[in-house]
Every structure is written in structure tokens, then in C-alpha cells.
């Protein structure tokens, strides 16, 4: 895993907004995967910008999103669906026919079959190029919580109560939270080209340490990421903070610029 440390957030932020804004320009119909939750905004805003300062373009770009809540319709303000839409469809040229996030208002009798056609999909686009990823408390990746199996595809999974607890600041109780989504898989997200890894906040320090330095292990979705072989980790500093190796990336970082060479 490359691991790269910036200083705040603004910087963690700018610097996967490059790695996504180079990949557009190379591969004008690539397929993006995306993720929801605070850490992924900063990025979008900055993707935003780009397309209106910089007329970065995306009208053949398509989209992936690694998940949705269970029973939230898209035009509910807490679905993922809303969120992407708000964050960063709506000011990007992007086609909404191009975006696709999970349907978390199918049937349940129609959930595997859904979560089939979903997999799909991302095959029949040709996978994913880069797919954005946060964590979760738990060190979840989508909504892999603990135990979930390395290999595991899109499907619906309860949520941990931790889950809902940390996700409850956007709902106005937490009784409102959903007790279920659909979520790809760890197994799905393994098979994306290349795994942008972005983590902010000294509450993610633990998980994050335990995810790029830790045993792999279904107790930490995250950890599976160590298994692919393109994974660039974006780290704030302050996340950051209990990488035991961390000196060893920063003076990584520099050699590679010294060499002429970017790490990202
Ligand atoms: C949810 C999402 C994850 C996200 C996580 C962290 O659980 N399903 O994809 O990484 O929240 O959210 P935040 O970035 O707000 O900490």
C-alpha cells in the first residue's frame, strides 16, 4: 500500500482530487467508484471546481457508489442517493443516466437478485477504474462491517449499532438511522483497478493504524485493502497519528520526489 501523509484535511482532500482528476483526463469514459460520509466531501468539492474552473470533464465518465441505506427512497435527504447527487453530481457535467447507486427501495424478496444485477452492471462497464474509499469507526469499508468475509459481493448486511450510532449526526434521531443497507462487497471492492483509501480525524487514528499496519482480518474490512496490489492510502496527519511506520512514508514520499518520480 502507498501511503501518503498530508497535513490537513484541505491537503488530504486536493491530492485524491488529483489522482481522480488525472485519471479523467487519461481516460475521458473511465468508471469511478464512490463512496458517502464526510471524509469523500472535501474531494468532491474540489472535483467540483475543477469541472467549472478547469473544465474538467466528465460527460462520459460513469459512476458507482458503494452503497445505500435499506429502505431510504433517493429523493430521501439521508439516502446516498441524495448525497451524491448534492455533493457532486449536481455541480459536475456528469450524465445522471452514467450514475449508478444501489436501490434501497427494491423488495426484499428482490434484494439478491437486485444486488446480482448490480455486480453486473459494474462488469458490463468494463469494473471499476478507481474506487474512493472511507472507513467506518469499525473499520469498515461500504458497509463491510466486522466479519463480513473477504470475499463477499453486493449484498444487503445489517448495521452495526456503532454504525448507526456515528451515521445518527445526519438523521434527526437515532431511530431514524436504518438498520440495514446494501453494500458491495469486500470482494467487489477488491476487483477495482485501484483503491483510493482516505481517512481524516484523530478518532480514525486507531483504525486506520490497525488497517494499513495490522493483521488482515474480517474484523477489519479495511485491512483487506493490504491484498490489493493498487491501493494508495491518503491520510491526514492527525488520523495519521498512530502509524507506527509513518516516518518511514513521509521520507518514502520525499525519495521519490528527489528521484524526479510522484508516489501517487
Ligand atoms: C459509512 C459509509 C462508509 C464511510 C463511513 C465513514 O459507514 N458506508 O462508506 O466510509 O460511513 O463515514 P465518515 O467519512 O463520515 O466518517
Known amino acids: 500500500m502507498r501511503v501518503v501523509i498530508r497535513k490537513d484535511y484541505e491537503a488530504m482532500s ?21 463512496a458517502t460520509g464526510s471524509t469523500p466531501v472535501g474531494l468532491y468539492q474540489e472535483l467540483a471546481r475543477m469541472c ?3 473544465g474538467l470533464d466528465f460527460s462520459r465518465v460513469t459512476t458507482f457508489n458503494l452503497d445505500e441505506y ?5 429523493d430521501h435527504p ?39 444485477s448490480y455486480e453486473k452492471m459494474i462488469k458490463e ?19 463491510n462491517e466486522p466479519g463480513s468475509s473477504l470475499a463477499s459481493r453486493t449484498r444487503l448486511i445489517a448495521l452495526e449499532e456503532q454504525t448507526r450510532i456515528d451515521n445518527a449526526r445526519f438523521f434527526d434521531s437515532l431511530d431514524e438511522v436504518p438498520r440495514a443497507a446494501l453494500s458491495m462487497g469486500v470482494g467487489t471492492i477488491l476487483e477495482a483497478k485501484c483503491c483510493l483509501f482516505l481517512a481524516n480525524g484523530r478518532k480514525k487514528a486507531g483504525v486506520v493504524a ?40 513521509l521520507y518514502a514520499e520525499k525519495m521519490w520526489k528527489e528521484l524526479g518520480k510522484s508516489m501517487i
Open 125 to 143: 462497464a468494463g469494473g471499476i477504474d478507481l474506487q474512493v474509499l472511507g472507513i467506518g469507526g469499525d473499520g469498515h469499508i461500504a458497509f
Open 70 to 74: 435499506f429502505g431510504l427512497s433517493p
Open 52 to 54: 467549472k474552473e478547469e
Open 78 to 116: 439521508q439516502s446516498y442517493r441524495y448525497f451524491m447527487n448534492d455533493n457532486l453530481f449536481n455541480h459536475i457535467n456528469i450524465k445522471k443516466e452514467n450514475t449508478h447507486v444501489p436501490d434501497g427501495t427494491v423488495s426484499l424478496d428482490k434484494v439478491e437478485e437486485f444486488c446480482a
Open 210 to 249: 490497525e488497517s494499513i499496519e495490522g493483521p488482515i482480518t474480517s474484523q477489519i474490512t479495511a485491512s483487506a485493502l493490504q491484498l490489493h496490489p493498487n491501493t494508495i492510502a491518503i491520510i491526514e496527519e492527525e488520523a495519521a497519528s498512530e502509524l507506527k511506520r509513518k516516518e518511514y512514508y
Open 14 to 34: 486536493k491530492t485524491a482530487a488529483e489522482i481522480v482528476a488525472r485519471l479523467v483526463r487519461s481516460k475521458p469514459d473511465c468508471v469511478l467508484g464512490l
